[in-house]
């Protein structure tokens, strides 16, 4: 008859786990290997795309800098200038526009 023992089960069962352990390990490195070798070359024209962003960003700004030195300061003050002529000439009026002998009104 056939006897098999606990102890040599265990190391049946230690030697198939070790084995499929190893076979899952390699799988996962080839899996990875083979991702990075097509990853790779997009991970290149993404570096290239995002110093060309940066580039369109920074003349995005220079622009943006010199339409608010060119137009937009020049009239704010221009806006501002003319409420300030606004508020004085009302205040003149209010003072100077008043009758001072006349109580009826």
Known sequence: ???ISIA???DYVIV?????????LLLILVMAFLIFRKVGPLLGT???NL?????TLGNIASTASLV????IR??????????????????FIRF???KVGNKDE
């Open 51 to 55: 110093e060309h962003t940066k580039t």
């Open 16 to 24: 198939i786990f070790a084995g499929t352990g190893v076979f899952v």
């Open 1 to 3: 008859m056939l006897a």
């Open 68 to 71: 608010s030195e060119a137009v």
């Open 8 to 10: 040599e089960v265990r």
């Open 46 to 48: 993404a570096k290239t």
């Open 96 to 98: 100077y526009g008043r």
């Open 74 to 91: 020049p009239t704010v003050k221009g806006v501002s200038f003319l409420a300030g002529l606004r508020q004085g000439a009302a205040f």
